[in-house]
């Protein structure tokens, strides 16, 4: 919310242990955020609360993965001793969180196929907002109660307000 670009990076550790650094476009100033193994990182509009993927990318593309090292959804606010997990309730992947208005959309297979979810920000709650099968819904990004992401060869579009998505045609000339 204040402007900063956040991304992972391994460049501050001498082990494989993927960092969120946030670079001010202004002052091209550098600041680690204090949390091992993070990444995919959306922030609440206060900026005081973030919401990350624990562990970090592990070049793992295993579909359907359940187990120690799949990606959960964390909580972390300044000022707490430690960061939560938020997706207690199944063991396969989580990942991609999206802040928006007291709610965390990620994408999870719990359905067994890659689909759109939300949870209250405690980690309650648990909602799917669409029902692909077949195809995995990839590489989700939302922007003011819009979520665009990737199904096989194809982009989609969710509104969050209206509940509904939608294929976007896309012609080529």
Do not use: C
């Not at 202004?26 to 993927?53: C, H, M, N, W």
């Not at 029902?131 to 979520?147: C, E, S």
């Amino acid at each position: 919310p204040d402007g900063k670009i956040v991304y992972d990076t391994r460049a501050y550790s001498t082990l494989p242990d993927r960092q969120l650094v946030s670079i001010d476009l202004q002052t091209k100033f550098k600041g680690r955020i204090p949390l091992s193994q993070a990444s995919e990182a959306s922030f609440d509009d206060s900026g005081k609360t973030i919401y990350f993927v624990r562990p970090a990318y592990h070049g793992n593309v295993t579909k359907r993965y359940k187990g120690g090292t799949a990606h959960q959804i964390w909580k972390y606010t300044n000022g707490t001793v430690e960061a939560i997990k938020l997706t207690t309730d199944y063991a396969g992947e989580s990942h991609h969180p999206m802040w928006f208005e007291g709610r965390v959309y990620f994408l999870t297979d719990k359905d067994g196929t890659m689909n759109v979810w939300s949870i209250k920000e405690d980690g309650s709650d648990a909602q799917q907002h669409t029902q692909h099968q077949g195809f995995d819904v990839r590489y989700a990004d939302l922007h003011n109660g819009n979520i665009v992401y990737q199904l096989g060869a194809d982009i989609w579009h969710y509104s969050i307000e209206k509940a509904a998505s939608n294929k976007i045609n896309i012609t080529l000339a």
